[in-house]
């Protein structure tokens, strides 16, 4: 993994004093710092491709966060929705997955801290006191790796106690990194689930640039899991190639052989897709990508996917080589429809509630709520 | 005298002396200021040979003769017609060639949209010739040439110069947007003179060039591949084959069988679903299609009727098909494809 060093720190300067802007001058003291009176100012140079993606991801930009953190999972039209939130303290990642949709999403090419993280958690405790009762899980990683800038921000020490206080909610770390120093020392009380994305190590070398390789993330789990966190595993996006069924057996090979699967929480399968516009940027950036190789075909929210016959065929064999070590572990699809649902697990929950309910229920059986 | 606005912030006056120049007292052998691609003399030669050259070509001495600024076309035209003398104005002061540039670049911009071939040409001379510093090519002449000063745009257009005379001359004509004739860059030269034969063959409108040239580049990803081996396929060729019929006709199939191979398991599937929609046999007015692309995993129907009792039959059509088991059949294999 190569650790986010950025080359500058620009501060807005209505921030300079906040406790988070202090962590980070403390934990980059070498690094020059620009403070910028009005982010207006910055318009021009957050105008693609003036500065390109590659350039901007060097700036680490401290501001403030001016509306909500917490907002509801867009998921995508006409799939079956899970209910979780995303809270955005982060924006833009410092890895270089070649698929990553951010490249095309964000409509400023910095890293951006936002560090008004009091009112980011007033806001988590508002949304939990408003609804007494109802368990919520949320995540930090939606528009950011949760856990790749921690060595600069220590964010999971601000996150994991105020979590671990909270009998309603449960945050979810997700991360291609291997960051987990901060976390270790820490007593998430059940509320805090640490999850890695994960891919043969052929594709994390090939598309996956700058993140922890498949050992490390490994490596990282076993130790989180034995500091007392609950941990998870995301199949995506799960990649075809032509290896693609031995790879993934031996990548699960290797993952058993490191986590006690009674450990995990959850797994998730989702097939690579992408939004149209993002083909001509991973051709520029990533001239060497062979994800754009296969046969995709648009689905109802315009996202290019596999043919559904190779990700069902996909989602059986993986469903069924985790069920082979541990038939409890809890597998759900990402972004798929109640159709493919049915293709694959016998059954689909029928709407987002019963969805809502199934993570509900994992999360009593590991009590959590 | 005439006045020229230098770029780079440097404003000077040229004053001019007006001549009337020998065409023997012309060095061309020097290209430098001709900013025009491709040099299509044959409208200029009909209006020199009507009625002369209108307007005065701008020269610069060169030792004891003249060098062409502006105005290439309009010299090579009188030496076709075998004129001798054509009216120029001569800069009194020299010239650097960097000002000659300039003065041509301006000349060319304040009077027509260029081509993206002759901005890659320029951007080329600028930067190979001229020893002009990339960041003053992107500050001060992607402006003038009408584009965003960023560094991503220089080098999209620059790569085309690297681009072979003939696929220069087909981007120029098509007038392809730089989008797709960038694409022609990560062809190998080999792959690029194959396409050119290729495109020249199955004459294809902008729209079917921007379709053909990401499917042949991923086509060679795929199978490994070189593109001018797949396009030296014989069943590429029997497409291309003029006993095959009219151009249009052969480009449609060559257009098939490249998204054939793109695409086989999509192909099959809509041949499958197509074979099966024909074995339903359904009478002319009423229809069902696979959509392009496999779209939705959704087959579209459609009746037309001019009448409550067509539409009365059509409708019993559709009833009965519904009940089939053929359309589960078909809707089986519809979905196996579906996003």
């Known amino acids: ?53 590659t350039v901007g991801k060097r700036t680490l930009f401290l501001t403030a966060h001016k509306g909500k953190f917490l907002k509801k999972c867009p998921g995508t039209a006409g799939e079956v929705c899970c209910n979780y939130y995303v809270l955005n303290p982060l924006s833009n990642c410092s890895f270089e997955c070649s698929y990553c949709f951010l490249q095309t999403y964000l409509n400023n090419p910095f890293l951006v801290v936002y560090t008004n993280m009091e009112e980011m958690l007033e806001e988590v405790e508002a949304a939990l006191a408003a609804n007494p009762g109802r368990p919520f899980r949320m995540g930090t990683g939606e528009i950011a790796d949760s856990l790749a800038l921690d060595h600069i921000t220590e964010m999971s020490r601000l996150l994991v106690p105020f979590f671990a206080a909270q009998k309603d909610a449960l945050l979810e770390l997700k991360t291609k990194s291997a960051q987990v120093e901060n976390l270790l020392d820490l007593d998430p009380k059940g509320r805090v689930v640490i999850s890695w994305s994960l891919n043969p190590q052929r594709i994390i070398s090939q598309e996956e640039h700058k993140t922890a390789s498949l050992e490390e993330r490994l490596s990282a789990a076993r130790r989180c899991q034995e500091a007392g966190y609950k941990i998870g595993f995301h199949f995506d996006p799960l990649i075809y190639s032509p290896r693609w069924e031995k790879e993934y057996k031996e990548l699960l090979d290797q993952l058993f052989s490191v986590i006690d699967s009674r450990q995990i929480l959850w797994v998730s399968l989702g097939g690579f897709r992408y939004p149209p516009e993002l083909k001509e940027v991973m051709e520029e950036r990533f001239p060497k990508t062979r994800l754009l190789y296969e046969e995709f075909v648009p689905g109802q929210d315009g996202k290019m996917r596999y043919l559904r016959q190779v990700r069902i065929q996909m989602y059986r064999t993986l469903h069924a080589l985790i069920r082979s070590r541990n038939p409890r572990v809890f597998i759900y699809l990402c972004m798929e429809g109640p159709d493919v649902w049915k293709d694959v697990f016998g059954w689909s929950p029928h709407c987002q509630v019963t969805a809502n309910e199934l993570f509900h229920e994992q999360g009593g059986r590991h009590e959590f709520f | 005298m005439q006045v020229a606005e230098m770029p780079g912030g440097s404003c000077r006056l040229i004053t001019y002396e007006f001549v009337e120049a020998q065409v023997d007292q012309i060095d061309d052998s020097q290209q430098r200021f001709c900013l025009t691609f491709p040099l299509d003399l044959q409208r200029i030669l009909r209006s020199v040979a009507q009625v002369g050259v209108l307007e005065p070509l701008i020269l610069r001495r060169a030792e004891s003769r003249y060098q062409i600024v502006c105005g290439f076309r309009r010299f090579l035209a009188c030496k076709a017609l075998n004129r001798t ?132 580049l991923e086509i060679r990803e795929r199978e490994g591949i070189s593109v001018a081996e797949f396009l030296r396929e014989p069943e590429l060729a029997r497409c291309l084959d003029e006993k095959s019929g009219p151009a249009p006709q052969r480009s449609e199939k060559a257009r098939e069988y490249i998204v054939r191979r793109r695409f086989p398991q999509l192909s099959r599937l809509k041949e499958e679903v197509n074979q099966k929609i024909r074995a339903l046999d359904l009478p002319p007015p009423v229809s069902l299609v696979f959509p392009p692309g496999g779209e939705g995993g959704k087959l579209r129907a459609s009746i037309e009727f001019p009448s409550k009792k067509e539409l009365e039959q059509e409708i019993a059509v559709l009833q009965k098909l519904l009940v089939s088991s053929e359309l589960d059949d078909l809707l089986g294999v519809l979905s196996r494809g579906s996003p």
């Open chain 2, 85 to 216: 003398a054509f009216p120029a104005l001569v800069c009194r002061d020299p010239l650097s060639d960097r000002q000659a540039f300039d003065l041509a670049l301006w000349h060319n911009v304040s009077a027509r949209r260029l081509n993206d071939v002759e901005i890659s040409r320029i951007l080329r001379k600028l930067q190979k010739d001229l020893g002009v510093p990339q960041e003053e090519i992107i500050r001060t002449y992607l402006p003038i040439l009408g584009l965003e000063p960023h560094e991503t745009i220089r080098r999209r257009y620059a790569g085309l110069a690297n681009l072979s005379e003939g696929l220069h001359l087909l981007i120029a004509e098509k007038n392809l947007p730089i989008q797709v004739s960038s694409l022609f860059l990560r062809f190998s030269a080999e792959d690029q003179e194959a396409l050119l034969n290729f495109l020249h063959m199955v004459p294809s409108g902008v729209n079917r060039i921007k379709e053909m040239l990401p499917y042949l």
């Open chain 1, 1 to 53: 993994m190569i650790r986010y060093q950025p080359s500058t720190v620009m501060i807005d300067n209505r921030v300079l004093g906040s406790p988070m802007t202090q962590t980070v001058i403390k934990n980059l003291p070498d690094v020059p710092r620009r403070i910028i009176s009005d982010p207006a100012e910055l318009t021009p140079e957050m105008r693609f491709p003036g500065t390109s993606i």
